[in-house]
């Protein structure tokens, strides 16, 4: 069993930058962030291998986005830049008991609670 605690949401300015935080405790072998808007899908964001650190993102977040982990803290991090107001949502950490970084939210086991991220001016 894995558990997953996501802090770092809050409200900031469109442009500024954000970093969420999700803890682990249990073993986990990929890690991703999956974000989700009032009356719309959950939708994958970014996810990470912890083997390698191997990373993927959505196209829409490519290039502003960076996810890392750290095996001392078992965190997995998500750096978030020049925000924009429809990244206006709840994100989710979500993590999933093999190597393979799949942009499928039902492909996850293990989900957190969630952290609203809020971008306006």
Request: net charge neutral; aromatic share 10%.
């Amino acid at each position: 069993q894995v558990q997953l605690v996501e802090s770092g949401g809050g409200l900031v300015q469109p442009g500024d930058s954000l970093r969420l935080s999700c803890v682990a405790s249990g073993r986990t072998f990929t890690t991703a962030w999956f974000r989700q808007a009032p009356g719309k899908e959950r939708e994958f964001v970014a996810g990470i291998r912890w083997r390698d650190g191997t990373t993927e993102y959505s196209e829409a977040v490519k290039g502003r986005f960076k996810i890392s982990r750290d095996h001392v803290s078992i965190t997995v991090t998500l750096q978030m830049n020049s925000l924009k107001p429809e990244e206006t949502a709840v994100y989710y950490c979500a993590s999933r008991n093999d190597y393979i970084i799949s942009s499928m939210a039902s492909d996850y086991n293990y989900w957190g609670q969630g952290t609203q991220v809020t971008v306006s001016s």
